[in-house]
């Protein structure tokens, strides 16, 4: 964190007319000090957000078996990739294919019984037209039928069954995407529905989590309203990426989905943007630097970081004024940008704030301004690796 250099004699700064008994006064108001002065920024600020964030699975799912049984051949490895469809393992299936023969031979066998039930049905239609039996006869006949219609349906049932649990002795890819190494060797007890054999997840695309702050994320929203207002059906801002070994991520991302509801412990919001992956370059678990540009501040005042002082639990300037006198103003501050604060009041656009030769400065100082320009200082409204918080230094 970057401290702003603390102002020297304090006391000047409350004390007025006490500088005639002083011979550095004195000397100072007979000596202008060189100063390096820039003019108050106003434009259309662009705003870059910066997060930590972590590539997850779009998509991840536990491949199980549908019948117990040990696996007696697998046909992948783990980390590899494959499609839907793809066969993974073989369940062996002695007792299956044991439990499908023994069903067909029901079927079989209650096919020919009803088969025999049908023949002594018409038998029985013949007789009791001629009164050769009662009705009562014909219509348990009847009931016969049904009864052995009824158990060749159950057999039927029974048979696909059993066949489906012989199909499901081989474990079939459910989605593409990528194999875990959590997959299991050959020999593993599995149970139907509760063993897990591989963990897959789909590698491209990919979704980076992150977390934003009410703010952002209202800001992000609104600019969101806004371009569907105008009818633009595209992103407005940027989404990109920067690696753990610095290199830029070739792809933009999008925004993709944002929780329900803030995080009571952090007051942040978690959302998902899902990025392209077509070399498997992004692996889940892997952290990266995401930044969103494109947002702007229209016609913000900004002032350097380095313009900036504290006292007292204040954030204070110092002005070079027309007559080449110091001025110390008050601002209040808002959010930073690269280089710059933006300032929400205390300066005007046309205010010359002091970048350089601070040192014994107080109100009422002659100067010697040399104006610079924000190419002359180095300033740019890209974000630097030192962060300076407001909240816990500016405004204690």
Known sequence: MKLFPALIFAAAL???GCGGEDAENQAAEEYPTPVKAIKVLSTNAPITFSYSG???????????????????????????????????????????????????????????????????????EELWQSNA????????????????????????????KAQDDLADTVVY??????LGIDDVPVGTLSTAGSTPLATIGVVDPVFVQFAV??????????????????????????ISLTLADGSS???????????????????????????????????????????????KIPGAMLVPERA?????????VIVARSDNTSAIRKVELGEKIGSYYVVKSGLKADDLVIVEGLTNLRDGMPLEVTQVTEKDMGFSFTPSEEIFDVSSSVNK
């Not at 016969?144 to 349906?153: D, G």
């Not at 009410?214 to 207002?229: F, G």
């Not at 900036?308 to 204070?316: M, R, S, V, Y």
């Open 14 to 16: 409350l004390v007025t």
């Open 54 to 124: 972590q590539v997850v699975d779009r998509n991840e799912m536990k491949v199980q078996s549908k019948v117990n049984g040990a696996v007696v051949e697998k046909y992948v490895k783990g980390g590899q990739n494959v499609v839907e469809g793809q066969i993974l393992f073989k369940i062996d299936d002695r007792q299956y294919k044991s439990a499908v023969l023994q069903a067909e031979a029901n079927l079989a066998k209650s096919k020919t019984a009803l088969a025999k039930e049908r023949v002594d049905l018409q038998r029985d």
């Open 133 to 160: 039996i009662s009705e009562q006869t014909l219509t348990n006949q009847r009931a016969a039928v049904k009864s052995q219609e009824a158990e060749v349906e159950a057999n039927e049932a029974l048979l696909q």
């Open 173 to 178: 890819a459910p989605m593409s995407g990528r």
């Open 213 to 238: 702050s009410e703010q952002e994320y209202l800001r992000l929203s609104r600019s969101e309203r806004e371009a569907e207002k105008r009818g633009e059906t595209q992103q407005t801002f940027k």
């Open 249 to 295: 991520y070739p792809y933009p991302g999008e925004f993709a989905e944002a929780d329900r509801t803030l995080s009571n412990s952090t007051g942040t919001l978690t959302v998902r943007t899902i990025f392209k992956n077509p070399n498997g370059l992004l692996v889940p678990g892997m952290y990266t630097r995401v930044e969103i540009t494109g947002l």
């Open 308 to 316: 900036l002082q504290q006292l007292l639990g204040e954030t204070l």
